[in-house]
């Protein structure tokens, strides 16, 4: 009961707890980002194989393999990874950047992750304090970030995080947490049904698809946690990001055509900033487009 009055009464004590739990969360994201991809593959790799009679089975990895095990250890020489080189961002400062075993260098991803996870938390308990929105728009970035980096490294979208952003969304709008739950069904409809549309389009134009399926889905979730209200304002702050990112990439890497890019980072940074400012970002829709 201490901790909860000195959490709702002390700003500095909310925001130290917040920072080294969601240190501590960044360090487990580093976990889904690395291990999801391998096991949807592995997954992918078992429903091929029972779709053509369990031929070749021999060829499967049958070790186990999820988010809890096998222990994690470096993937060029397999020394294990101790409790105490796992602590967030002061293991890998220790440490110099480099495996403990064989002194290959460890990738910045970890220490920024969790660097970034803490940072955006502990905005959200700033501006919100200790409250149900900062407990829920916690989870929403806590998922956000690994779609993000995943995405970013794959191209691929998992759904078993964008089907729980989806769903926790509108749960949370049951009780009208951010929008009506009626705007929220409204805003996965319309999150959905919008770029499904746009691909369509480009489709019948080009006869190329500009983007996968898991971008539907991630819009729906971001409508679904935010209503139909944020949508305009997401999908054009995503494309704006995501054109300006693929030009300068562009002009950096000296290339003259455009290469596949994934747009599920800019849905969900735009995302993000949607439902951190909903008031803000709701009013401004209104403005523009309710007469």
């Not at 304002?233 to 950096?252: D, E, H, N, P, Q």
């Amino acid at each position: 009961m201490e901790l909860i009055y000195l959490l709702s009464t002390s700003t500095v004590w909310l925001l130290a707890t917040v920072g080294l739990v969601s240190l501590m969360v960044g360090s487990f994201l580093n976990v889904v980002i690395n291990r999801l991809p391998v096991m949807m593959e592995r997954e992918w790799k078992q429903e091929c194989l029972e779709c053509l009679g369990g031929k070749d089975t021999e060829t499967l990895d049958t070790r186990t393999f999820n988010l809890v095990v096998p222990r994690s250890q470096c993937p060029d020489c397999g020394h294990s990874i101790s409790a105490w080189e796992n602590i967030p961002v002061l293991s890998y400062l220790s440490l110099g950047g480099k495996c403990r075993g064989c002194k290959t260098k460890i990738s910045m991803q970890y220490p920024l992750i969790e660097i970034a996870t803490a940072v955006l938390s502990m905005l959200i308990a700033y501006k919100f304090g200790f409250t149900k929105e900062t407990a829920a728009l916690l989870l929403m970035t806590w998922l956000l970030i690994p779609l993000c980096i995943i995405d970013t490294k794959t191209m691929l979208l998992p759904d078993s995080i964008v089907y729980p952003l989806l769903w926790s969304g509108i749960l949370l709008n049951l009780s009208g947490f951010l929008t009506p739950l009626e705007n929220s069904v409204l805003g996965a409809v319309a999150g959905y049904l919008s770029l499904w549309l746009i691909v369509q389009l480009f489709y019948l134009i080009t006869g190329k698809f500009g983007m996968g399926h898991g971008d539907f889905k991630l819009l729906a979730a971001l409508g679904a946690w935010g209503g139909w209200h944020i949508l305009p304002f997401v999908i054009f702050a995503a494309s704006t990001l995501g054109a300006l990112f693929g030009i300068i990439w562009m002009i950096v890497k000296s290339q003259k055509e455009s290469v596949p890019m994934p747009f599920g980072p800019w849905l969900a940074v735009a995302g993000f900033i949607a439902l951190v400012w909903h008031k803000e970002i709701v009013s401004m829709t209104q403005q523009l487009f309710i007469p």
